[in-house]
């Protein structure tokens, strides 16, 4: 009998951009739009049927794979996520922190998934950025189809024996992949992990994670670090928002054909780095 294959791009274009129907219960407010049903002879419904120009323009859905979780088949199809985090008018004004609301866009500016913090409002405002949390991404149809968790550790680099560890599920409840902070008394270690445990990639930072005007690249690597497989990008926004705001823009690269499961996890990979790293900057 032979083991499933691991879901790998089947050579989908992208298609048109296009709205698609929600059915999550905020999908008002994370932009979900439904998307208006075809019509025969080539009929084009009138301008004020059009969705609005601030609806944001989702990446159309692709069909289901075999040995794919649900969801994650738009990952089959790029080789390039965009993060943006979004602003937050709030904590600007006030330094209180707020829920982290993220969009996560292909290289053709559609959305692929949306993303939210799940935390209450004393976790955030006395661990900061320490704190644990759940993240839930969204996809268009308003489906939760990935889930990060962090515990509670130590991420000082004097304490190896509790670091940082962040579990990726797809769907919701089953885990298919972890991402493990490695002791080094200098650099940025971490390792990906698949749902056994077992030692998939490696990750490697700068000595210096903080750098004026350029980005802040973390090299993922394969198990001997000796050939690049992708990057994960700290995209620098401008010194007014870095200095003010600890609102960040990511950008990943990975192969197109590496199995979805690990890009959903590298995908957890640059939120824990996120946190990490550059979640103070502003507070």
């Known amino acids: ?36 049903m075809g019509f025969p ?21 692709p069909p289901s794979i075999p040995n ?21 008018l709030l904590e600007i004004v ?8 993220y969009e996560l866009k292909n290289s053709l500016g559609q959305r692929v998934y949306f993303a939210a913090e799940d935390t209450d409002c004393l976790t955030r405002n006395c661990c900061g950025a320490a704190r644990p949390f759940t993240i839930r991404i969204i996809d268009n149809l308003g489906r939760e189809v990935i889930t990060l968790q962090r515990p509670l550790r130590c991420a000082s680099c004097c ?42 990639l490696k990750i490697a930072g700068p000595c210096i994670v903080c750098r004026c005007c ?5 090299e993922v690597q394969s198990l001997d670090e000796t050939s690049a497989v992708g990057r994960i990008s700290k995209k620098w926004t401008g010194l007014v928002q870095e200095m003010f705001t600890d609102t960040d823009n990511f950008g990943i690269s990975f192969p197109m054909d590496l199995d979805v499961k690990m ?10 780095i996120d946190f990490m790293f550059f979640e103070y900057s502003g507070n």
């Open 41 to 61: 002879g080539g009929f084009v419904p009138p301008v004020q049927n059009q969705p609005p120009m601030n609806v944001p323009i989702w990446m159309p859905i």
């Open 159 to 200: 304490c190896p024996c509790c670091l940082q560890e962040l579990e990726v599920q797809s769907p919701p409840g089953t885990t298919v992949g972890y991402v493990v902070q490695n002791w080094h008394p200098c650099l940025p270690k971490f390792t990906i992990q698949d749902e056994k445990k077992n030692d998939v």
């Open 68 to 88: 794919c979780p649900p969801g994650l088949e738009y990952l089959t199809q790029i080789d390039q996520i965009l993060i943006h985090q979004q602003l937050e």
């Open 214 to 218: 350029e980005d802040v690249n973390f």
């Open 1 to 36: 009998m032979q083991e499933p294959q691991p879901a790998t791009a089947p050579g989908m274009p992208y298609g048109p951009p296009q709205p698609v129907p929600g059915t999550y219960q905020g999908a008002v407010n994370y932009g979900f739009q439904g998307q208006p």
């Open 263 to 272: 890009k959903a996890v590298m995908i957890g990979a640059c939120f824990l």
């Open 94 to 101: 006030t330094g209180f922190e707020t829920s982290n609301k």
